[in-house]
Nanobody, 117 residues
Framework: QVQLVESGGGLVQPGGSLRLSCAAS????????MAWYRQAPGKQRELVAS??????????NYADSVTGRFTISRDDAKETVYLQMNRLKPDDTAVYYC????????WGQGTQVTVSS
């Protein structure tokens, strides 16, 4: 059974930081391309950051809105992908979802991030 379990969300003030984690099980993690998406109320789900598998050179991409503030990384030995979020803004408020993609597409349940004073 495939599971992606996100953690690390919460309430933070503007300018603060959070680190999200996504622990995977039931998949051969190292071959999967991993990504973080987010969905704000009333908006479509959007790609925040992605990191491809080592077979694909661990290529990283970011949405323009988070470039320079967010950092995605992965630890294949721990089967975990991370999203370090710095200088958070109210517009970053959303449910953040972990995604694993290879020959199938898997999603976590999401973790809420709220940026508010």
């Amino acid at each position: 059974q495939v599971q992606l379990v996100e953690s690390g969300g919460g309430l933070v003030q503007p300018g603060g930081s959070l680190r999200l984690s996504c622990a995977a099980s039931g998949i051969y993690f190292s071959v999967y391309n991993m990504a973080w998406y987010r969905q704000a109320p009333g908006k479509q789900r959007e790609l925040v950051a992605s990191i491809r598998s080592i077979m694909n050179g661990n290529t990283i991409n970011y949405a323009d809105s988070v470039t320079g503030r967010f950092t995605i990384s992965r630890d294949d030995a721990k089967e975990t992908v991370y999203l370090q979020m710095n200088r958070l803004k109210p517009d970053d408020t959303a449910v953040y979802y972990c995604n694993a993609n290879f020959n199938s597409d898997f999603w976590g349940q999401g973790t809420q991030v709220t940026v508010s004073s």
